[in-house]
């Protein structure tokens, strides 16, 4: 059960869990061989992937721009 909670809580939907779970035998493996994957399966995982990857990226302009900005206002830190 705590597969499907972090599975969810990474944004993967109930769909996308019900696709993926039959080849998740535990964290980080792969049950069969990654290479036996279905190619739709792979490529549901590369999407959602890159999606989390331009969330993060955005995030993490937003946080650089944001600390810029209190430096210019707060060059003590403050």
């Known amino acids: 059960m705590g597969q499907i909670r972090g599975l969810l809580d990474s944004g993967l939907t109930t769909e996308m869990n019900r696709v993926i ?5 535990g964290p980080g493996r792969l049950v069969p061989a990654p290479e036996d994957v279905p190619a739709k399966t792979a490529a549901l995982l590369r999407g959602h992937i890159d999606r989390v990857q331009a ?16 430096a210019a206002v707060r ?3 403050g």
Request: net charge neutral; charged share 35%.
């Open 55 to 70: 969330r993060t990226d955005c995030l993490a302009r937003d946080r650089d721009r944001l600390a810029a900005s209190l």
């Open 75 to 77: 060059p003590d830190g």
């Open 21 to 25: 779970l039959p080849y998740l035998c």
